[in-house]
């Protein structure tokens, strides 16, 4: 981003400017919430273990500097506060602090901030306005509700991983942990909804996700198919489970994806590689001819990419009005233009790592844009000042550090 790109971005509040939010998360559903409201301008205090802090913190490879890149690249725009909640000044602390508080995201296995008195039900008479947000691995309610979450676990319980990798192979999990991604960004959805309803009525709610719910999110035509037919579907590696051709093809160098599914584009592409025939061929008239014959269709249409460059191909394709694009690397998705136009890779400084690149905002808004206006920070940098803010005098933020139910930087 350009230095008078940035300077016009940080002259705009985001539109949750004066929303306040404590975040007792770590790792990466909770963090990712907490990460997506304060890019769109909420103070979000993310209140840390003691000892240690959030465990990616320890995560020793790869670092920036000595600093975890996992915690770096979640936790941007926020503050840090260390409390060690097994200690009741600890737990004394948060409950003043709910007290101005308009939301709570959490990601702890059900139970435990009941453990700690820091339930929803305890802290909705302290605060009724309080939106809390628990992100846990089934949700609060049903027969798994007790047990610990992980993504891969909720990958495996939702159908993902039977849907994910070649046929025949394996079961294979998506790269990225997308049950937690995206249980983060459906926590995120439920607090912005449940603060609009807070607008209307002046009253607060519980938003209850989780990484199987949002595993099963994901699967919606997967599950269709099996809800009109009975049958489960199969793995079938990049081609789409209902179209065809709709899916990754070689290159004399690579790997491009190719959306030629409907009509219109089937038939241009036909033309496009020199293959007219197939569009009355009657093993490819239809959509439905093609998902039937369609090994000996990527077979033929395979013949052909393998004979050309990746670039040169994608440029074709462009011209010719079809969807297509490169198997980028992660490496070469980050240094593409677009991507780098639609700033969605930044820097900060952070004290220690110094200069760190990281992801851009994904949702861009015309008044009220998103920004990225503070590194992550460090363990407990913040721990005075947020208690300050909390009506804490000093002399009860020196007593709690020096009890150890409070650690600052």
Request: hydrophobic residues 40%.
């Given at each position: 981003?350009t230095?008078?790109?940035?300077?016009?971005?940080?002259?705009?509040?985001?539109p949750l400017?004066?929303?306040?939010?404590?975040?007792?998360?770590?790792?990466?559903?909770g963090?990712?919430?907490?990460?997506?409201?304060?890019d769109l301008?909420?103070?979000?205090?993310?209140?840390?273990?003691?000892?240690?802090?959030?465990?990616?913190?320890?995560?020793?490879r790869?670092?920036?500097?000595?600093?975890?890149?996992a915690f770096?690249?979640?936790?941007?725009?926020?503050?840090?506060?260390?409390?060690?909640?097994?200690?009741?000044?600890g737990?004394?602390?948060?409950?003043?602090?709910?007290?101005?508080?308009?939301?709570?995201?959490?990601?702890?296995?059900k139970?435990?901030?009941?453990?700690?008195?820091?339930?929803?039900?305890?802290?909705?008479?302290?605060?009724p306005?309080?939106?809390?947000?628990?992100?846990?691995?089934?949700?609060?309610?049903?027969?798994?509700a007790?047990?610990?979450?992980?993504?891969?676990i909720?990958?495996?319980?939702?159908?993902?991983?039977?849907i994910?990798?070649?046929?025949?192979?394996?079961?294979?999990?998506?790269?990225?942990?997308v049950?937690?991604?995206?249980?983060g960004?459906?926590?995120?959805?439920?607090?912005?909804?449940?603060?609009?309803?807070?607008?209307?009525?002046?009253?607060?709610?519980?938003?209850?996700?989780?990484l199987?719910?949002?595993?099963?999110h994901?699967?919606?035509?997967h599950?269709?198919?099996?809800?009109a037919?009975?049958m489960?579907p199969?793995?079938?590696?990049s081609?789409?489970?209902?179209?065809?051709p709709y899916?990754?093809f070689?290159?004399?160098d690579?790997?491009?994806?190719?959306?030629?599914?409907?009509p219109?584009?089937w038939?241009?592409?036909a033309r496009?590689?020199?293959?007219?025939?197939?569009?009355?061929d009657?093993?490819f008239?239809?959509?439905?001819?093609?998902?039937?014959h369609?090994?000996?269709?990527?077979?033929?249409?395979?013949?052909?990419?393998?004979?050309?460059?990746?670039r040169?191909l994608?440029?074709?394709?462009?011209?010719a009005?079809i969807?297509?694009?490169?198997?980028?690397?992660?490496?070469?998705?980050?240094?593409?233009p677009?991507?780098?136009?639609?700033?969605?890779?930044?820097?900060?400084?952070?004290?220690?790592a110094?200069?760190?690149?990281?992801?851009?905002v994904?949702?861009?808004?015309?008044?009220?844009?998103?920004t990225?206006?503070?590194?992550?920070?460090?363990?407990?940098?913040?721990?005075?000042e947020?208690?300050?803010?909390?009506a804490f005098?000093?002399?009860?933020?020196?007593?709690?550090?020096a009890?150890?139910?409070?650690?600052?930087?």
């Amino acid at each position: 981003m350009t230095v008078a790109r940035e300077e016009q971005m940080t002259a705009f509040k985001g539109p949750l400017d004066g929303v306040k939010v404590l975040e007792l998360c770590q790792v990466m559903a909770g963090p990712t919430c907490g990460m997506l409201l304060a890019d769109l301008g909420a103070d979000v205090v993310k209140v840390e273990k003691l000892p240690g802090g959030d465990d990616t913190r320890s995560y020793d490879r790869p670092q920036v500097n000595g600093e975890s890149a996992a915690f770096l690249a979640m936790n941007r725009n926020k503050r840090s506060i260390a409390l060690d909640l097994k200690r009741a000044e600890g737990r004394a602390a948060i409950q003043r602090l709910i007290v101005g508080a308009d939301v709570l995201v959490e990601n702890f296995r059900k139970g435990t901030m009941e453990k700690f008195g820091l339930g929803y039900e305890a802290l909705k008479e302290t605060n009724p306005r309080l939106i809390y947000c628990a992100i846990t691995g089934y949700g609060r309610t049903g027969p798994y509700a007790d047990k610990g979450g992980f993504d891969l676990i909720a990958q495996g319980i939702s159908g993902l991983m039977s849907i994910t990798g070649e046929p025949g192979q394996e079961p294979v999990k998506c790269g990225p942990p997308v049950c937690d991604i995206n249980g983060g960004i459906l926590g995120a959805l439920g607090i912005v909804a449940a603060y609009v309803h807070r607008l209307k009525t002046g009253v607060g709610q519980m938003v209850d996700t989780s990484l199987l719910e949002a595993g099963i999110h994901t699967t919606f035509w997967h599950s269709a198919i099996f809800l009109a037919t009975g049958m489960s579907p199969e793995p079938t590696g990049s081609a789409h489970v209902l179209s065809a051709p709709y899916q990754a093809f070689p290159t004399r160098d690579g790997w491009i994806t190719i959306g030629g599914a409907n009509p219109a584009n089937w038939e241009r592409l036909a033309r496009m590689m020199g293959l007219a025939e197939l569009i009355v061929d009657p093993r490819f008239r239809t959509n439905s001819d093609r998902m039937q014959h369609r090994a000996e269709l990527i077979e033929i249409l395979s013949a052909k990419t393998r004979q050309r460059m990746t670039r040169d191909l994608v440029e074709a394709l462009d011209a010719a009005g079809i969807p297509a694009g490169p198997v980028n690397r992660i490496g070469d998705m980050l240094a593409d233009p677009h991507v780098l136009a639609r700033d969605m890779v930044i820097e900060t400084v952070h004290p220690v790592a110094g200069p760190t690149r990281s992801l851009g905002v994904p949702i861009k808004l015309s008044q009220t844009p998103g920004t990225v206006r503070r590194p992550a920070p460090m363990l407990g940098q913040h721990t005075r000042e947020v208690l300050r803010e909390a009506a804490f005098s000093d002399a009860e933020i020196d007593a709690l550090v020096a009890s150890g139910a409070a650690l600052e930087s």
